[in-house]
């Protein structure tokens, strides 16, 4: 209808009156504020050098002109080749000193709002300059840390030049592998003169049933601006489907130059509560509004989640008894090094959730926020830990005891007097919302770095035995608490008192949170008993002394007592099977990681018993799913006699073992191809009570859980070629586990866990390659050489085996299988377009391509 026959058809005082009305709708929509964002991702268009000593420039910023083009995070450490000349407590790869420079415009006028830099993890011994000036340092390469930038912004249209400084020519001053350089996230935030500071609000569920949760915020407000100012706090909570669930606005006021703290209690009904198998999360959206006008706005993601403790009863979540199957890991993610893109976790979580592994101890340093934001989504609990060392340092190249002065392994020791109250505090300050995080640990295995702890035991006689004496890991205790307790008041003690400093650290703790317990990783737990130590924190999480717990629990009957560091054998479940209060074990390690190694070059990663460094599954990943997971498994494994620690048994006889360690499950082999004849340990993890095995569909007898000391069930035969069949359940539904012969690897089997990756500049695809035979079975026993080639616009990040002695420059196209595969990560480029194409190549194969769309 024309305008003219619409004034025709209707009086004019009508189609005024729907003019006016259609301006009002248009001035409305035109006054809403577009989605409000404090922070700029602010990890692209950096350069980088390395510098040849370790000076920090006299005068910044530097010349950067044949500077490399790099983008964050990123580990300049992972990109070198690995060297015997290195340090294996490090994983054989060089440190170094590294300059990074970025370039950006001023953002927004500084007279009338503030800029801030943020770093989530810079590691380390970093100091920071923007156009020249000073902003401060960091020593610590774990805790976060932030610089008000807003008076040294540039204001006449020059660019601004922010330089950070990073020394980590001490690069072995860790016991594992840490990486070099930015390797976390990096994010620009502007915020009004009236704003919510950086990490600003404080969210707990104090109260919580069926119909409700009560919700406490506290919420910091600043005032940078020169008068004082009113405005309206509000707060909206959203549920995981962005409705609207609580409501709260309230009018205050801040006077100048200060800032405020405002408490606002919410309510949200029928809550969806946060736990392992439901992490519902919630947003808590809160602004500060002036007639108005939205000045701030600031999110703060949560769980709806209560959590409590008994030393006799365990842990509850929600009020429900809740056992944690927790794992230890460390920072790195194989070949991205400790530059980790969140695809790269979200892979490796999964896996370990498929399991039955619930939690994880971020052994032994806090982790990047984007680490504890997967965890709330996916619904694995933390335990957050501080520190490794203290007041003392701990052993990093067989310097034992610290005997010598050994610059390239002096580590955070040198900062802890200083800086560690301040590096506990930004930590927790930026973790303490998390509902994941369910416990604080100060420190692990602190006791190593008190002489006179392990002297009190008896185990230990001079300072020249080795720290892991296999005496003491054995052995129950040798004296009484009584005893123990006069031992260590005769013992020699040092400057520092382990009791003393523990209660201060676990002091700063409690003044940031006290909804959550604190622990501490204790490997001499007698010792730390009477001394007092293990009164300093909440919980007292053994390491590795399960001989110590009944002793322990006769001893200190109100002290709560559980397991944070363990082998990983059936006896560490058993204890929390068996004592409701000991409700956690943390296996070491659920994920194989880089460092750690000392002397036993090329091997520059161990310990991974779940998921090797490529982030394979390990047959430890079998044996955990058959304990933890209460639905039908079975699988095998094999190993030859010679590697198994058992004794040679006939076929009808359960083997004997050579020592106390063939008892635990191994990274047994998942094939079965012998030399014929050869004595092979058939092992076979199953939750059902009776498991039968065949070769060739000839039965070699049936196997009894109550036979089985690990839980494994275990054979002796000679090989013969065909198929190795586990079955049980007979009177059920059968579960079948089977392993064939292989024959000569023919097809390159390639695959990709992504069909498209989006062109931000930070998805990943896992391409995996496998040998396979004429049938299309895994050939594990059989290997070669693989090429890849890329096209596309994509970023490169490397490849891998997942061997513990493949010394390949992970930055390669280029790899020599391992059991028959290999892996490759790319990473979009921010903007891409058009698709991304891998080929690869191998003499003797068809090559295979995959081609992944971006968007």
Known sequence: MTLYYFIKKYNKLSFIFLLITLVTLLSFNSKKDPKFNRETDFNFD????????????????????????????????????????YEGATGYLPGGVGVYQKHFETPTDPS???????????????????????????????????????????????????????????????????????????????????HIPIWGTFLTTPDINKDQAKIRLEVKVKNDSKAKETFTLTTKILNKSGKVVANLSEDQSIKTNIETTFVQALEVKNPELWDCENPNMYKAITTITQKGKLIDQYETPFGIRSLRFDAKSGFFLNGKSTDVKGVCIHHDGGLVGAAVPKG???????????????????????????????????????????????????DKRNNYHDRHDDYITRGYVEHFQEWGKSDLERTMLRDRNHPSVFQWSIGNEIEWTYLHYRYVTGFWKDPNQPQNSGEYWGSA??????????????????????????????????????????????????????????????????????????????????THITINENPGTWDDWKQV?????????????????????HGDW????????????????????????????????????????????????????????????????????????????????????????????????RSLGRRSMSESPDRLFRWTIPFEAGTLT??????????????????????????SDAETIKANGYDVAHLEIQLIDAHGRAVKTENTNIEFTLEGDARWLGVDNGARDNIQNFQSKKITTAKGRCLAIIQSNKASTGTIKVTATAEGFESKTITIPTN
């Open 112 to 194: 009338e709002k503030n800029t801030y830099i943020l770093f989530d993890g810079v590691y380390n011994n970093a100091t920071f300059w923007l156009n020249g000036k000073r902003l401060g340092e960091n020593p610590y390469g774990y805790s976060p840390v932030y610089f008000n930038i807003t008076d040294i912004l540039k204001t006449n249209s020059e660019e601004n030049v922010l330089t950070v400084h990073v020394d980590h020519s001490r690069y072995a001053d860790s016991r594992w592998y840490t990486g070099s350089g930015i390797y976390r996230n990096v994010k620009l935030i502007t915020v009004n003169k009236l």
């Open 344 to 394: 790269v976790w979200r892979r490796r979580l999964q896996k370990l959730k498929d399991c039955g592994v619930n939690a994880i101890r971020t052994a032994h340093n806090p982790y990047s926020q984007e680490f504890l934001d997967l965890c709330d989504n996916m619904g694995i609990l933390i335990q957050n830990e501080f520190f490794d060392e203290l007041d003392y340092a701990k």
């Open 726 to 751: 586990a079955k049980a359940g007979f009177d059920e539904q059968e579960v079948i586990a089977e392993l064939h012969t292989t024959s000569k690897p023919v097809e390159l089997q390639f695959s």
């Open 602 to 697: 090329p091997n520059k990663s161990g310990w991974g018993d779940l998921l090797d460094l490529a982030g394979n599954k390990l047959q430890g990943w079998n044996y955990f799913k058959s304990i933890w997971i209460n639905k039908p498994h079975i699988s095998l494994g094999t190993l030859p006699i010679a590697e198994s620690g058992f004794k040679q048994q006939n076929i009808s006889g359960q083997q004997l073992p050579e020592n106390s360690g063939a008892y635990k499950w191994r990274d047994s082999n998942m094939h079965w191809n012998y030399e014929n004849g050869e004595t092979v340990v058939v092992e076979v993890c199953s939750n059902y009570s009776i498991v039968e095995l065949l070769i060739n569909g």
């Open 477 to 558: 205790p040798m004296f009484s608490a009584e005893e123990m307790k006069k031992r260590y008041d005769k013992s020699e003690k040092g400057e520092y008192i382990l009791t003393e400093t523990a209660t201060k650290v676990n002091g700063w703790v409690k003044v940031l949170d006290t909804t959550r317990p604190t622990t501490a990783n204790l490997v001499v737990p007698q010792t730390s008993l009477v001394s007092g130590y293990a009164d300093a924190v909440d919980i007292s999480g053994f390491s590795y002394r399960n001989k110590d717990i009944p002793w322990a629990l006769e001893n200190f009957p109100e």
């Open 46 to 85: 950096w350069k980088f050098s390395l510098r040849k000593d370790t000076l920090k420039p006299a005068v910044v910023p530097l010349n950067d002109t044949n500077w490399r083009d790099v983008r964050l995070p990123h580990d300049w450490s992972v990109e070198m080749d690995f060297d015997s000349i």
């Open 577 to 597: 099977l068996e004592n409701p209060g000991i409700f956690s074990i943390f296996m070491w390690t659920g994920i194989d990681y880089m460092g750690e190694r």
